[in-house]
């Protein structure tokens, strides 16, 4: 075999395939260095105290963290903070569109496949405004959303951040409005307990694996879920327009989502 050959082939690799051996490449080393010293993990969750949106006390929107600098979104969400503390509800309004809003809360995604096996023929799109919450409701929702061929949407001014985008990534199409408020950050445990080292240790590695399977599954791509690795569970990445886009969150540009139903 010649020297350049070796070149030639890595040449012809696609984007894809390169982004997603660099994620798994990323995903491999965090959980290298989370075995090293899972002591660290433990002081980090000192300082770092995980966003729950239900809790008053708390923001329903933490700060960005962009280049070290907090700050917050480019808009603020219509809802007022008590709706979206709220635990998740559900309404069926017109044109098919079942509207997902509040605090994803542990058994949100047990009510979710009650609603669609109850109304699911009228559903087309569920339409979300949430702040996050349980990742494992959020990826039950999401799976469902697919297995069920429906389309998302976040509304202008409507949030959905924290665990939410998991949810709109189960859309088979995906609208984001113009001025629609999506954010990512890294997972955590959201008991009230605080976790060991080695169980937190675990419940990172193990539900980080978890959404980035589910994520590329969904089509969604690898910069996503590393933005989120990235930002603590007490700041947001606000995603732009054309992060939406290149990350293939959204199936159509936001400058004409807002036309669209």
């Given at each position: 075999?010649?020297?350049?050959?070796?070149?030639?082939?890595?040449?012809?690799?696609?984007?894809?395939?390169?982004?997603?051996?660099?994620f798994f490449l990323l995903l491999s080393a965090a959980a290298v260095f989370?075995?090293?010293?899972?002591?660290?993990?433990?002081?980090?969750?000192?300082?770092?105290?995980?966003?729950?949106?239900?809790l008053e006390d708390q923001p329903v929107l933490p700060p960005a963290l962009t280049e070290g600098v907090p700050n917050g979104p480019s808009v603020q969400p219509a809802s007022p903070d008590e709706v979206l503390r709220q635990p998740m509800k559900f309404e069926l309004t017109s044109g098919g569109i079942l509207l997902a809003e509040g605090t994803i809360d542990l058994g949100a995604g047990a009510r979710f496949a009650e609603e669609i096996e109850t109304r699911g023929e009228y559903v087309k799109t569920v339409a979300l405004n949430s702040p996050g919450g349980s990742v494992d409701d959020a990826l039950a929702i999401s799976k469902l959303i697919r297995e069920k061929k429906l389309n998302t949407k976040v509304a202008s001014k409507a949030l959905c951040a924290s665990s939410c985008p998991i949810?709109?990534?189960?859309?088979v199409g995906r609208l984001a409005e113009e001025d629609a408020i999506v954010g990512v950050h890294q997972v955590f445990n959201g008991s009230r307990e605080r976790p060991t080292a080695e169980q937190a240790a675990s419940f990172a590695q193990s539900t980080t694996a978890r959404v980035a399977r589910h994520l590329d599954a969904m089509g969604i791509g690898a910069g996503l879920w590393i933005n989120a690795l990235e930002t603590p569970p007490d700041r947001l990445y606000y995603l732009t327009a054309k992060e939406m886009v290149d990350f293939k969150l959204i199936t159509e540009p936001v400058a004409t989502a807002k036309k669209k139903s």
């Open positions: 075999m010649r020297i350049d050959e070796p070149l030639k082939a890595l040449l012809r690799l696609d984007d894809g395939a390169l982004m997603r051996g660099a989370l075995l090293i010293d899972v002591r660290d993990i433990t002081a980090m969750n000192a300082e770092l105290p995980g966003f729950d949106p239900m949810i709109f990534a189960g859309g």
